[in-house]
């Protein structure tokens, strides 16, 4: 289905290709847009076709209020998505709350349209059984939650020392955190698809042991990927990721789930 014949808010297409064998959905980290993926097309195979995910309050849905809750965003975006992915196979990548968001939706997905949902990519977040030691950043007061980007190193400098900016960015950038922060994972079996998980070295808050644990998250194949940079290695070492994201996506177009 077109996405364009339907409320498409929720999805973006940089590069549609509406032949494709195989589609890869992309969740973006908090306070990011579907703007993050716009790239991604022109380093991957011609037989997949990107489609990100545009969350409430940010590039094109600016004036839409952000959700801050797991219900509230999911619902709407499987009520795009699904429509949308009836006709193929596809696969799903998350960074940092992307992740988190990619991996509920996962499980939602399997259900409702069993055997097209191929892989699950993760990056950045720790594995979902595992507690969390950053509840409570969106209580922060305005400065304090500055510091706490400035220290994730994902925010231009520039952007956090513009005040008028910095006035519409966060609200956003709280609902996403109290989004994250309030997460509660609720056991269930695991994943009927493959996962690889992807980690940055020098990510303070995650560790490789953090990521690894997405393992039993799966009944199928596991791999871990520990890649140079931080929490945002997404953009310091996209040449990288994509690379190893590309090889991993060519092993599934020609494999014989899609022949």
């Given amino acids: 289905m077109n996405p364009q014949s339907m409320d498409s808010s929720w999805l973006h297409i940089p590069n549609p290709r509406p032949d494709a064998r195989l589609r890869l959905v992309c969740f973006p980290y908090a306070g990011g ?22 969350l409430p309050g940010r ?12 219900t509230g965003n999911i619902e709407p975006i499987l009520a795009a998505l699904i429509p949308y992915l009836e006709d193929k196979p596809f696969v799903l990548f998350g960074h940092s709350m992307g ?39 969106y209580l922060l007061s305005d400065k304090e939650l500055k510091e706490e980007l400035r220290r994730l190193n994902g925010t231009p400098e520039a952007l956090l020392q513009n005040d008028e900016l910095m006035e519409l960015y ?18 269930c079996s695991p994943l009927a698809c493959a996962l690889t998980a992807f980690g940055g070295v020098a990510d303070t808050g995650i560790s490789e042991e953090d990521m690894q ?22 953009h310091s070492e996209s040449e990288q990721l994509l690379q190893l994201l590309s090889r991993k996506l060519e092993q599934i177009l020609h494999s014989s789930a899609l022949s």
């Fill in 213 to 234: 644990a997405w393992e039993t998250q799966t009944g199928e194949a596991f791999e871990l990927y520990m890649l140079p940079g931080d929490h945002f290695f997404i």
């Fill in 59 to 70: 590039g094109s849905r600016f004036l839409d209020k952000p959700i801050g809750d797991l």
């Fill in 170 to 187: 966060l609200p956003t950038i709280r609902m996403d955190m109290q989004l994250c922060d309030t997460y509660a994972y609720e056991e």
């Fill in 99 to 137: 992740a988190m968001l990619a991996y509920e939706s996962a499980k939602r997905l399997e259900r409702t349209l069993p055997g097209s949902l191929k892989h699950l990519f993760v990056s950045a977040f720790q594995a979902v059984q595992l507690p969390r030691t950053d509840r409570e950043r």
């Fill in 33 to 54: 847009s579907a703007a993050i993926y716009r790239d991604w097309p022109t380093a991957l195979s011609s037989e997949i076709e990107v489609v990100a995910i545009q």
